[in-house]
């Protein structure tokens, strides 16, 4: 069974910085196609980013220019820094895995719990 463990969640004012991490079980970590979403109270699940292994990487047009996502398979973890944040960017942030082939816009087979970012102005 695959299992995501999201942390970097918390508190931080317009203009600073956060890190979260996605710890991924399993041994084959590398041929999953690694996703970020969000979710703010009251609005739909938004895509923020997407990364393949040794592959591109493509970003939702609100984070672009702002976050970075990123991967290290040795640690079976995926990254997204999170720099200029916005009050707009508080959100549940999710973690989610998929199969190498497929819509990396909505087709996903696996989440994490989610951690919470609240930025404030």
């Known amino acids: 069974q695959v299992q995501l463990v999201e942390s970097g969640g918390g508190l931080v004012q317009a203009g600073g910085s956060l890190r979260l991490s996605c710890a991924v079980s399993?041994?084959?970590?590398?041929?999953?196609?690694m996703g970020w979403f969000r979710q703010a109270p009251g609005k739909e699940r938004e895509f923020v980013a997407v990364?393949?292994?040794?592959?591109?990487?493509y970003y939702g047009d609100s984070v672009k220019g702002r976050f970075t996502i990123s991967r290290d398979n040795a640690k079976n973890t995926v990254y997204l820094q999170m720099d200029n944040l916005k009050p707009e960017d508080t959100a549940v942030y999710y973690c989610?895995?998929?199969?190498?082939?497929?819509?990396?816009?909505?087709?996903?087979?696996?989440w994490g719990q989610g951690t919470q970012v609240t930025v404030s102005s």
């Open positions: 399993g041994r084959t970590f590398s041929n999953y196609r």
């Open positions: 989610a895995a998929g199969q190498r082939a497929g819509n990396w816009r909505n087709s996903y087979d696996h």
């Open positions: 990364s393949w292994s040794g592959g591109p990487t």
